[in-house]
């Protein structure tokens, strides 16, 4: 895949050169999610120095609490924060909808990760995108824009949100999302591609119930949804592997496993026991010890339950409560508590921690698990693999 045109990075090489890259990935993953919210106090309205300025801090604070991995948002809205020619530029570059800020912030934050020894994993949202007005603004040579002005089916709008979304229904849209995967694994040295929890945005069945009456293989409106879900993971992954063996491909998803199929319609236990749709896991376990529901470690029992197969286990810990749930604030150390049972205790391979703005944002809370959190990743074995 040739690019339309060539971004340069603060005067420095123009993109990765992929085909001489080492993948950098590690046998026990020690990950933090930084997301777009993270980087638009980086990155938008910035310039190319600044934001390596910014972003290098990024990795040199993620570098203090232990980390070996990022998974960092660069699409998180049906947008490219990087170059791209199937997928307009974020708002979060500039603060406007389309327009590119003249230097590629995937490149930097990429080549910035990898000077510091940081595995960096490209998080992608396939289905969710931005808002009308966004859409407004883009060129018209995007397919989105012409799905959006054509009004064709491909793109729903859901009660409540002002977001349009992708139906993973119709092969034109999983296409166009596995061509995005393999763009991003073309022209860039990532080290893997990750997406969370955002599959299907409602229940409601008129969110595609005309492409539901037009097809015959299925009667089951859930088992059909299923199956969507699970096509456009598995096309990913083969989109992935056709460009890079070596990339890991990896998804995070609810981690109250029943939530995934009554409302996310993601199978997961499919994607944990057959091979050719991921090659790790990483559930967002984002519960207290005392939680009622879903209880922490009844809960990571029941993701390694699942995984059968050579899947890898990483645990989703949900570090941003913090600040608001009375257990996570009142327990200082708990997210390292939970780091040091799921590995040491349940046998996962790593821990990602959510997110970034909850423990480097200021405040005391957040500097308390800082230390917690380091003391607990040091004591995990790693290496690259």
């Known amino acids: 895949m040739e690019k339309a045109s060539v971004i340069p990075v603060c005067g420095e090489k123009n993109y990765t050169d992929v085909e001489t890259s080492h993948k950098l990935?590690?046998?026990v993953q020690k990950a933090i999610w930084i997301s777009y919210i993270d980087l638009a106090d980086m990155l938008t309205g910035k310039s190319c120095e600044e934001f390596r300025v910014n972003f290098s801090q990024a990795c040199d604070n993620a570098l203090s609490i232990g980390c070996n991995t990022l998974y960092v948002h660069v699409r998180p809205f049906g947008?490219?924060?990087?170059?791209?020619e199937l997928y307009p530029a974020?708002?979060?570059i500039t603060g406007m909808a389309g327009e590119q800020g003249g230097f590629d912030p995937l490149d930097i934050m990429i080549q910035t990760a990898h000077d510091k020894g940081l595995s960096f994993h490209a998080w992608i949202n396939p289905l969710r995108c931005e808002n009308e007005e966004c859409f407004q603004n883009y060129d018209d040579s995007f397919l989105?824009?012409?799905?959006?002005?054509e009004g064709d089916g491909?793109?729903?709008q859901v009660d409540g949100d002002s977001h349009l979304w992708l139906d993973p229904a119709y092969d034109e849209v999983r296409q166009l999302i596995a061509e995005g995967a393999a763009e991003l694994a073309e022209n860039y040295d990532i080290d893997g591609l990750h997406f969370d929890d955002y599959f299907y945005p409602t229940i409601d069945e008129d969110f595609d119930a005309q492409c539901f009456s037009a097809q015959t293989e299925f009667d089951d409106l859930a088992k059909w949804r299923l199956n969507n879900i699970s096509l456009m993971v598995g096309e990913i992954y083969s989109a992935v592997k056709a460009v890079d063996k070596d990339i890991l491909v990896g998804v995070s998803p609810q981690g109250n496993m029943e939530n995934n199929y009554e409302y996310m319609y993601a199978d997961v236990k499919k994607w944990c026991s057959e091979e050719g749709y991921i090659d790790y896991i990483c559930p967002q376990i984002y519960f207290g010890y005392e939680n009622s529901v879903k209880p922490y470690k009844d809960t990571l029992q029941q993701w390694a339950d699942i995984c059968t197969t050579?899947?890898?286990l990483v645990a989703g810990l949900g570090a941003y409560k913090i600040d608001s749930e009375s257990e996570f604030s009142e327990n200082i150390g708990i997210i390292g508590r939970q780091i040091n049972d799921a590995v040491v205790s349940y046998n996962y391979a790593g821990a990602a921690v959510y997110g970034y703005g909850s423990l480097f944002g200021g405040s005391d809370r957040g500097v308390q698990e800082q230390e917690c959190i380091e003391i607990a990743f040091d004591k995990l074995d790693t290496s690259v693999k």
Not at 144 to 149: E, F, V
Request: aromatic share 24%; net charge negative.
């Open 25 to 27: 990935n590690y046998t």
């Open 79 to 84: 947008d490219a924060i990087y170059d791209s």
């Open 90 to 92: 974020s708002r979060y």
């Open 144 to 149: 989105l824009k012409k799905w959006y002005d």
């Open 154 to 156: 491909y793109l729903e």
């Open 310 to 312: 050579d899947i890898t």
